[in-house]
C-alpha cells in the first residue's frame, strides 16, 4: 500500500549555509498517529515545511524527496499537496486571518474551488467536528485561545486533508483546553503527525513516536518504548514533567 | 485575551441606517464630505444644515450623541491648529472681544479656522455615524462592491483583523517596560520607547510572513476566494 507520507533521505540547508536536515527517512501510513518529538533546533519545524512545499531543494539547498499517497511534492502539484496535507501552526492569531470563523474556514475550501451550499456544508461540518459550529460569525480575535487553536483544527479539516500536521498542538492551553482538544484529536478519523514537546501527549494520542535530533531520526517505535528508554531520553535532550511515569499507566488506556 | 468586547466604533442596532447597504452607506458619506468641503465657508446657515441632516441620520440610527462625542477625540489635533491660525496669519486684523479681553486677530485666519472646524467636524461626524452602523466586515464588502481594487481592501481588510493583535502585543511590551522601571511616557525613557516600536515593528513584519505561509498553506494564489468573504 502506498503510504500517506513517504519522505526519503530528505537534507536541507537555509540559504544562509545552515545544514538542518541531514537525510531523513519517514513513513507514515493510512490511520496512523505519529508523534514527532525532538529538542528545540533538532529539525522538527524545518520538515513540517517540507511536507506541504513551503520548503523544498527549490528554496534551499536539498536533497531527496517528498511524496504525500505517491504524488511528489513539487512546484507543479502544490495546490493538490496543500489540500493533501493539512498544516495547523502553532500560533492560532497566524492562521486564522479572516474577519469572521466563518469566512475563515472557508478560506482553503474557497481556494480549492468550493462555492455556495457545498461550501457552506463543508465549512459547518468542519466546526462541527471541533465544536465550534456556534462561533460560526465571530471575528476571530473574540475567541479565547484554546477556542482559536480549534478553529485553527477545523481551518485545516475543512480542506479535507489525507494527514494532518499540528505543530505543538498543545503549547500555551490551560488544562481544561488541552484536553478538550485531545479529546477531539482522539475521534479525529485521519492520520495524524503531531510536533509536540508535550511528552505525556504524545503518550496519550499516539501509539508511534518519531524522534529527531540535529536532523536526523534517531528513534521510530512505539512511543511508549521510545518514553522508557532513558537512555535514548537522555542523549536527546528529552525530559518528562516531574512526577510523570509512563510505567504507572494502564496498558489498555494507552492508544493503539 | 478573553473573549467578548466588540470593534470600539460599532455600535450594534437594527435601525434602518443599520440595515441599509455597506456600498450606499459609502457613497452617501463620501458625497457627503465632498459637498461639504467645496461648499464656501462663508454660508454659515448651509452648515447649519447639514448639522442638522446629519443629527436627523444618527438620530434615525438611534445611535446616542453619547456614544458619538467622547470618539471624536481624534478631531482634537486639527482643531488645535485651527485655533493657532488666527493668531499666526498674516493680512488684515479684527478685534475679538474674548471674556473682557479685547485681542487682535488675522481675519483670514479666522475665516480659515472656522472653515477648518466646521468642516473637520462635520466630516468626523459623518464618518463615525457610518463606522456606528457598520461592521467593519460590511463597509470592506462594500467598498469590494465599489469595485476598489481587490489589493487595497485585502490589505485593509487584514488591518481590520491584526489591529488588536498588534495593539495587545504593544500593550505586553509596555508593561513588560513599566515592570522594569521604564515610564514610557517620561521624555527621558523615549529612547527605549522607539526601540520598542521598532521591536514591534520587527515582531509584525515576521507575524506578516508566518501569515503568508499559513495562507500558502491553503492554497493561497494571490486572489482571496470570493465566497470566502
Redesign the interface.
Known amino acids: 500500500m502506498t503510504p500517506v507520507l513517504e519522505i526519503r533521505d530528505l537534507a536541507f540547508a537555509y540559504p544562509d549555509g545552515h545544514q538542518a536536515l541531514f537525510g531523513v527517512d519517514l513513513h507514515v501510513h493510512q490511520g496512523e498517529r505519529v508523534a514527532l518529538l525532538g529538542p528545540n533546533g533538532a529539525g522538527k519545524t524545518t520538515l513540517v515545511l517540507h511536507l506541504n512545499g513551503i520548503l523544498s531543494g527549490e528554496t534551499g539547498h536539498g536533497d531527496g524527496s517528498v511524496a504525500v499517497s505517491g504524488l511528489p511534492v513539487t512546484k507543479k502539484n502544490l495546490l493538490e499537496i496543500r489540500r493533501r496535507v493539512g498544516v495547523v501552526f502553532q500560533d492560532p492569531d497566524d492562521q486564522l486571518f479572516m474577519g469572521s470563523v466563518r469566512a475563515d474556514v472557508a478560506f482553503g475550501p474557497a481556494n480549492l474551488g468550493l462555492k455556495g451550499a457545498a461550501l457552506e456544508k463543508r465549512v459547518l461540518d468542519a466546526l462541527d467536528r471541533v465544536g465550534m459550529a456556534d462561533f460560526a460569525d465571530r471575528p476571530p480575535h473574540h475567541l479565547s485561545f484554546g477556542q482559536r487553536r480549534r478553529v485553527a483544527v477545523a481551518t485545516v479539516l475543512a480542506m479535507e486533508p489525507e494527514i494532518l500536521v499540528l505543530d505543538e498542538p498543545s503549547s500555551n492551553l490551560d488544562p481544561a483546553s488541552r484536553r478538550e482538544l485531545a479529546d477531539i484529536l482522539r475521534d479525529l478519523d485521519v492520520t495524524l503527525l503531531m510536533v509536540t514537546h508535550d511528552l505525556p501527549y504524545a503518550l496519550e494520542l499516539c501509539p508511534r513516536a518519531v524522534v529527531l535530533s540535529d536532523g536526523r531520526v534517531v528513534a521510530d517505535g512505539r512511543t511508549y518504548d521510545a518514553l522508557t528508554d532513558e537512555a535514548l531520553m537522555r542523549a536527546h535532550r528529552l525530559e518528562l514533567p516531574w512526577g510523570f511515569d509512563p510505567r504507572t499507566i494502564a496498558v489498555d488506556s494507552l492508544p493503539r | 485575551?478573553?473573549?467578548?468586547?466588540?470593534h470600539r466604533l460599532h455600535f450594534h442596532g437594527h435601525s434602518v441606517v443599520h440595515r441599509a447597504p455597506a456600498h450606499l452607506k459609502i457613497l452617501l458619506l463620501l458625497g457627503f464630505v465632498l459637498t461639504v468641503v467645496a461648499t464656501p465657508r462663508e454660508w454659515y446657515p448651509v452648515f447649519g444644515g447639514y448639522l442638522a441632516l446629519l443629527l436627523g441620520v444618527v438620530l434615525l440610527a438611534r445611535v446616542p450623541l453619547t456614544y458619538l462625542l467622547p470618539r471624536m477625540v481624534v478631531e482634537v489635533p486639527f482643531l488645535l491648529f485651527a485655533a493657532l491660525m488666527p493668531f499666526v496669519a498674516e493680512g488684515p486684523r479684527v478685534a475679538l472681544p474674548l471674556g473682557g479681553w479685547e485681542v487682535s486677530v488675522s481675519e483670514s485666519g479666522l475665516m480659515a479656522a472656522w472653515g477648518l472646524a466646521v468642516k473637520g467636524t462635520l466630516g468626523v461626524l459623518a464618518s463615525l455615524t457610518l463606522a456606528a452602523t457598520t461592521e467593519?466586515?460590511d463597509v470592506?464588502r462594500g467598498l469590494q462592491r465599489l469595485r476598489l481594487p481587490d489589493l487595497l481592501v485585502q490589505i485593509m481588510?487584514?488591518m481590520?483583523?491584526?489591529l488588536?493583535?498588534v495593539t495587545s502585543d504593544l500593550g505586553r511590551m509596555l508593561t513588560a517596560m513599566r515592570s522594569r522601571g521604564v515610564d514610557p511616557r517620561s521624555p527621558r525613557h523615549w529612547p527605549a520607547l522607539a526601540r520598542t516600536l521598532g521591536a514591534l515593528f520587527v515582531r509584525s513584519y515576521e507575524?506578516g510572513e508566518?501569515?503568508h505561509?499559513?495562507?500558502?498553506?491553503?492554497?493561497?494564489?494571490g486572489r482571496?476566494?470570493?465566497?470566502?468573504?
Open positions: 485575551m478573553g473573549a467578548g468586547h466588540g467593519p466586515t470592506l481588510g487584514f481590520i483583523r491584526y488588536d493583535v507575524r508566518r501569515v505561509l499559513a495562507m500558502l498553506s491553503r492554497g493561497y494564489d482571496l476566494p470570493g465566497d470566502a468573504r
